[in-house]
């Protein structure tokens, strides 16, 4: 079945550092990839998404590329803030997996300043 | 825009009480999800309802009932809570299945003591 696996965190960076995310995953077809955001104590937001083989999605600063070839869809960011301070959860959608997305399970980001 | 509503923000139920999660969405999305949010676990979907009258189970139905009481409302149901209930729930709602990106309620945090 279909797959997300996160690198495990708490990722922390001092403010203006440069931030990946790796996230690689395993599906049948051809999934749609995407980045969602869950600030404290609030649901969790669409951040950026791709819907096929090298597409870029970008948003607020974040990017993340549908990379089929090493199934990877890692998000990276030039120069955090201690905004972006979140839980980031990287997900997919498949035929394989009747188009009900499949999440990873959250990597943490702290930014200090 | 409301997005997604969800009440009550917090609850807290004595084992085998009963309690209905409420959800509503403003966007004319034809599918709605219900996940649940434990520490290390990710999310888990418990139920979702691809389109108005259709109701399926997701990976953690136990102890669940769902309705999809018209377009706009999709209602959890725990007939009798338990411990092992007590999580942050989540509704989601998405314009169909594919590549659409979901988007989130704030959640539920719910206690069964």
């Known amino acids: 079945g279909d797959s997300v696996t996160q690198m495990e965190g708490p990722v922390t960076l001092s403010e203006e550092a440069f931030l990946t995310i790796n996230c690689t995953y395993t599906?049948?077809?051809?999934?749609?990839l995407f980045w969602y955001v869950q600030y404290p104590g609030e649901g969790l937001q669409l951040l950026l998404k791709?819907?096929?083989?090298?597409d870029k999605g970008s948003n607020k600063g974040f990017e993340a590329t549908y990379r089929k070839e090493t199934t990877s869809f890692h998000l990276e960011k030039g120069s955090v803030q201690v905004s972006d301070s979140a839980v980031y959860f990287c997900?997919?959608?498949?035929?394989?997996?009747?188009?009900?997305?499949?999440f990873g399970r959250g990597t943490s980001l702290i930014v200090h300043p | 825009n409301a997005g997604v509503t969800q009440t009550p923000k917090f609850q807290v139920l004595k084992t085998g009480q009963s309690m209905t999660l409420q959800c509503a969405q403003d966007m004319n999305h034809n599918s709605m999800y219900w996940y649940r949010q434990d520490p290390g676990m990710g999310l888990r979907l418990i139920y979702y309802?691809?389109?108005?009258?259709?109701?399926d189970k997701g990976e953690v139905p136990n102890g669940y009932n769902v309705s999809r009481l018209n377009k706009r409302e999709f209602s959890l149901r725990l007939e009798s809570a338990a411990p092992s209930q007590t999580s942050v729930y989540f509704c989601a709602s998405s314009e169909g299945q594919g590549d659409y990106g979901y988007t989130f309620g704030s959640g539920t945090r719910l206690t069964v003591v």
């Open positions: 309802s691809a389109s108005e009258g259709t109701t």
């Open positions: 997900a997919l959608s498949s035929s394989g997996g009747s188009y009900i997305p499949t």
């Open positions: 791709a819907t096929k083989a090298d």
């Open positions: 599906a049948t077809g051809y999934p749609s």
